[in-house]
Every structure is written in structure tokens, then in C-alpha cells.
T-cell receptor
Framework: GAVVSQHPSWVICKSGTSVKIECRSL??????MFWYRQFPKQSLMLMATSNEGSKATYEQGVEKDKFLINHASLTLSTLTVTSAHPEDSSFYIC??????????FGSGTRLTVV | DAKTTQPPSMDCAEGRAANLPCNHS???????VYWYRQIHSQGPQYIIH???NNETNEMASLIITEDRKSSTLILPHATLRDTAVYYC??????????FGAGTRLFVKA
């Protein structure tokens, strides 16, 4: 089946530094990918939609200059959390659209900012 | 996306069938219903999807009402490993998917 590989699975970084999270579609081409954030005991919150070769579309309230999304190829989308702060600590998940077959999700990245 | 409504939590005894309902009364004619589950600290896992007809796979069965306004996910013989949050979503293809709160299923020994 269609698999999205997400790395790293967890990362700890210092306040003020930047962290990059990668999502790769392994056996298919992902024209559209989505990035979610999830806080403990809460549902997934959509942050942005990225389309290969174009600018990402951000949801209301999500700072595009803080959460940089790049979808430069059909198999790779990245999310960079810039100047991270402790309140950015969360579980980040990517997903790729599979048309009629719904969506496939990465395994998630646990970000802890100290 | 059609809005979906699910009970916040359910309990089920191990070995018994778990029936998880979902209301999607605003669903349009070409929107599929998808079910995913999320085990703690993992990405959501696909379970099953359907449009009009009932569906069954190795994981579960999906019963969709004739008017398509609601559906039920059935785990025929729940195990402890089925304890998870189950999400019912009805995205319109090519558009963003919004997750509701889902149903937290507790399978008890």
C-alpha cells in the first residue's frame, strides 16, 4: 500500500533553533500533502496544505513564516519550525492524499522544545 | 468536508463486537466515508471506507445507512490492541480533511 515515511520520529531542540521534519511518499507520487499538529488528548489540527511546486495554503491562525512548508518534488514535503519555542512542542503529522482511497499518514514527529 | 459527529468515548469487552457510530447528515452524494484510528503517539491508520454499500475487510465492517446520513464501524472481535481513538471523516476529494474529536474506544479484559 501507499506509505508515507516521516522523519524524525522525535526531536528535542533548544529554544530559538529551527527543526525540519520530512515526509516522503515511498511508492507513489504525492501531489497534495497535509500537515497537522496534535496536542495531548486533542484531535489533529490541520495546519496547512501543500501542493507540489506551489506555495502552501495555511489555515487561519497558523503563522506561515514560522512553519515553513516546502513541497519541491512529488515525493517530498518538509515542515520547518523556525525559531522554535516551548509552546511549539507538539506531535506533528503529515498525510498524503490518495484520491478515492482517502489519505495515508506518516508516523508522526514528537517535537520537544527546551 | 461533511461535518461528522461521534460519541466521545465507548467501552467494549474483549472478544465482543465494538460498534462505533458516526453521524454525517450533511454528506453529499459523492463524498466517501472514511474511518481511521490512532493509537497513542502514532499517525492515524486507515481502517475502511465506503460510499453507499456496506464494506468489509480484514479489519472491520462498515455499515452505511440507505440515506447515507450515518454509518457504523464494526470491529467484530475487539482485542486490547484495538483500544484507540477512532475517527470518522467524509472529505471531498482533493480538499483538506478536518478531523473531529473522534471516539475513544476502551477495550477491557
Amino acid at each position: 500500500g501507499a506509505v508515507v515515511s516521516q522523519h524524525p520520529s522525535w526531536v528535542i531542540c533548544k529554544s530559538g533553533t529551527s527543526v525540519k521534519i520530512e515526509c516522503r511518499s515511498l511508492d507513489f507520487q504525492a501531489t497534495t500533502m497535509f500537515w497537522y499538529r496534535q496536542f495531548p488528548k486533542q484531535s489533529l489540527m490541520l495546519m496547512a496544505t501543500s501542493n507540489e511546486g506551489s506555495k502552501a495554503t495555511y489555515e487561519q491562525g497558523v503563522e506561515k513564516d514560522k512553519f515553513l512548508i516546502n513541497h519541491a518534488s512529488l515525493t517530498l514535503s518538509t515542515l520547518t519550525v523556525t525559531s522554535a519555542h516551548p509552546e511549539d512542542s507538539s506531535f506533528y503529522i503529515c498525510s498524503a492524499e490518495l484520491g478515492q482511497y482517502g489519505y495515508t499518514f506518516g508516523s508522526g514527529t514528537r517535537l520537544t522544545v527546551v | 468536508d461533511a461535518k461528522t459527529t461521534q460519541p466521545p468515548s465507548m467501552d467494549c469487552a474483549e472478544g465482543r463486537a465494538a460498534n462505533l457510530p458516526c453521524n454525517h447528515s450533511t454528506i453529499s452524494g459523492n463524498e466517501y466515508v472514511y474511518w481511521y484510528r490512532q493509537i497513542h503517539s502514532q499517525g492515524p491508520q486507515y481502517i475502511i471506507h465506503g460510499l453507499k454499500n456496506n464494506e468489509t475487510n480484514e479489519m472491520a465492517s462498515l455499515i452505511i445507512t440507505e440515506d447515507r446520513k450515518s454509518s457504523t464501524l464494526i470491529l467484530p472481535h475487539a482485542t486490547l490492541r484495538d483500544t484507540a481513538v477512532y475517527y470518522c471523516i467524509a472529505p471531498l476529494g482533493g480538499f483538506k480533511t478536518i478531523f473531529g474529536a473522534g471516539t475513544r474506544l476502551f477495550v477491557k479484559a
